[in-house]
């Protein structure tokens, strides 16, 4: 038994940076991750001579005043090296049409955009001033939704006048931006926006919130950026796990909690972990919980049977998506030539494929060879309950499926691929424990964005929920926000209330 201030319950990123937070603070902490590495969905995994990165390819926030970005440096830590992607990605609409790049130049994208959509600059306009408006406010730190009268305190510093214009707009969606500005017959720009805010939003144009959708839909470009980190994705991990280890915290790999309850006798919060049949405790004032909110069912039990409005919440939460991805490599000769690391592109039987093509020689395959890993959102439920070899059946023709529709895109020759495998939703409960592989966090529509949302502040004191359950849809960079937000409301519990970056 050991007991610390914190205990983390999951290394992936919201997990690393709020554990490495917190101990550069000087609190003891304990982080539990049932893998035998960390990152998660961020993490990588190594094929032969390949590295592939699991889930997230590309990172938000590295720029200067982006969220990764201030955290390394409040951590001390030099900032993995990276580069700026663009285009961000390249959009083929497969309508005939040429395909749309996503420039990282502001100027360059208006330009593009006024080619690409005409008549839609009304459309964006407002986009951006919603933006701005956003950015001012979240780089005050807000803390979303509240819960109590030291949160609310947060909302309110956190405004600027501009957020009480665009707040009228809480309950709006993109289409309903587009309705105002004219756009709602616009089909090219509704399928552009579709393919584009599904991957950051989990909805289309007809759900998600304006307020959101209006963010995630210029961060592509200056000020901000999307970059590709050297190496692998891995790097952003190691990083964190580096600098939780130099302040004296505690990181422990391959044991997977299961229940976590409230001593009564020894006023602690009681971590239970299993390895192997041996099984681990650990006592905490506080626990961070960031796997997916609907594994509190299986391992906060106890507590929320005694708390039965709270239980109904986890348990009508909306159905998230799951991921097939597909990892394959080849030589770079071996694919027509290309000019960006990131596609999108529609499948008339697959629907979107976003595609995510390595370096050559940024680390991931041996020089004159590349990795492309191509993913594409399905219905968790399709894949479970099948018999071993239905699912195999199934997995081998998206396998196929999806190698085919990339032979088609890139031009590649099918003789030509040097490796190729798939991940199903199977594949990733089993690498993150997301039940039912899960992946992404909550759909941002206006009934679960913002104060909608799910708070990171439970019904029970002491315990915390962060990671993309909480912030979902920007990846890496939503769960560092969210992790930097749980962290000031652990310290300001502890009566510590002006922690800033
Ligand atoms: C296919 C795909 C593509 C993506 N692309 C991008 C992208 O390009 N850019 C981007 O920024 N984001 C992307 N994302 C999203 C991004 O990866 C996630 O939002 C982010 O990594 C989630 O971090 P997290 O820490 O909240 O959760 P996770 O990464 O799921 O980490 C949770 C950790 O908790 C551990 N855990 C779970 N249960 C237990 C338990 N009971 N006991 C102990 N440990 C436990 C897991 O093993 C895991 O390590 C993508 C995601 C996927 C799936």
Redesign the pocket.
Same mark, same amino acid.
């Given at each position: 038994m050991s007991k610390t201030e914190i205990v983390v319950?999951?290394?992936?990123?919201?997990?690393l940076t709020s554990a490495a937070i917190l101990s550069k603070l000087g609190l003891s902490v304990n982080l539990?991750?049932?893998?035998t590495q960390?990152?998660?969905?961020?993490g990588t995994f190594k094929r032969k001579k390949y590295i592939f990165d699991v889930?997230?390819?590309?990172?938000?926030g590295l720029e200067e005043g982006g969220i990764h970005s201030k955290i390394f440096k409040f951590l001390a830590i030099p900032l993995p090296e990276a580069t700026i992607l663009n285009p961000a990605c390249i959009v083929d609409l497969k309508d005939g049409s040429k395909p749309i790049p996503i420039w990282y130049e502001k100027d360059e994208w208006i330009k593009e955009r006024e080619i690409q959509f005409p008549g839609s600059r009304k459309f964006w306009r407002l986009c951006n001033l919603i933006h701005q408006s956003n950015w001012a406010f979240s780089n005050n730190n807000p803390v979303l939704p509240v819960k109590n009268l030291w949160d609310f305190s947060q909302l309110i510093k956190a405004l600027v006048p501009m957020n009480l214009a665009t707040g009228i707009l809480l309950k709006s969606t993109i289409f309903d931006l587009l309705r105002i500005c004219g756009l709602s017959d616009d089909q090219r720009l509704i399928n552009f926006l579709n393919l584009q805010l599904k991957l950051y939003s989990q909805e289309d144009v007809y759900q998600t919130a304006a307020l959101y959708g209006s963010t995630v839909l210029q961060m592509c470009q200056q000020p901000h950026g999307l970059w590709h980190l050297k190496k692998s994705m891995q790097v952003l991990s190691e990083a964190l796990e580096d600098s939780l280890k130099k302040t004296g915290g505690n990181i422990v790999f391959g044991?997977? &909690?299961?229940s976590i309850n409230f001593d009564d006798v020894k006023k602690s919060w009681k971590v239970s972990?299993i390895s192997k049949r041996e099984n681990f405790e650990y006592y905490a004032d506080d626990v961070i919980y960031?796997?997916p909110a609907q594994?509190l069912l299986k391992?906060l039990g106890n507590s929320l049977d005694r708390n039965h409005a709270y239980k109904s919440r986890i348990q009508s939460l909306p159905n998230p998506s799951g991921?097939l &991805?597909f990892y394959s490599a080849l030589k770079k000769e071996h694919i027509k030539s290309i000019s960006s690391n990131h596609y999108q592109f529609v499948s008339s039987e697959l629907g979107s494929l976003f595609v995510s093509i390595s370096e050559d020689g940024d680390g991931r395959a041996p020089l004159g060879e590349i990795t492309m890993i191509a993913?594409l959102f399905t219905k968790t439920n399709v894949w479970f309950n099948l018999d071993k070899n239905d699912y195999i059946k199934k997995k081998k023709e998206y396998l196929e499926k999806i190698s085919f529709a990339l032979e088609s895109q890139f031009e590649i020759d099918c003789e030509n691929w040097l490796h190729r495998e798939l991940a199903t939703p199977l594949g990733?409960e089993r690498w993150?424990?997301?039940p039912n592989g899960i992946?992404?966090?909550l759909g941002q529509n206006p009934d679960i964005f913002g104060l909608f949302g799910l708070p990171s502040r439970t019904p029970f004191k002491g315990f915390w929920l962060c990671?993309?359950s909480i912030y979902p849809g920007?990846?890496?960079?939503?769960?560092s926000q969210s992790a930097l937000m749980v962290s000031k409301q652990i310290l300001a519990s502890k009566g510590i209330s002006d922690f800033n970056l």
């Open positions: 319950v999951g290394a992936g990123i919201a997990g539990i991750e049932s893998h960390s990152g998660g969905c961020a889930g997230a390819t590309q990172v938000a044991q997977k &909690v299961n972990a960031t796997p594994s391992n991921a &991805v993913s990733f993150t424990n997301r992946v992404g966090g990671g993309d920007e990846g890496t960079a939503g769960v």
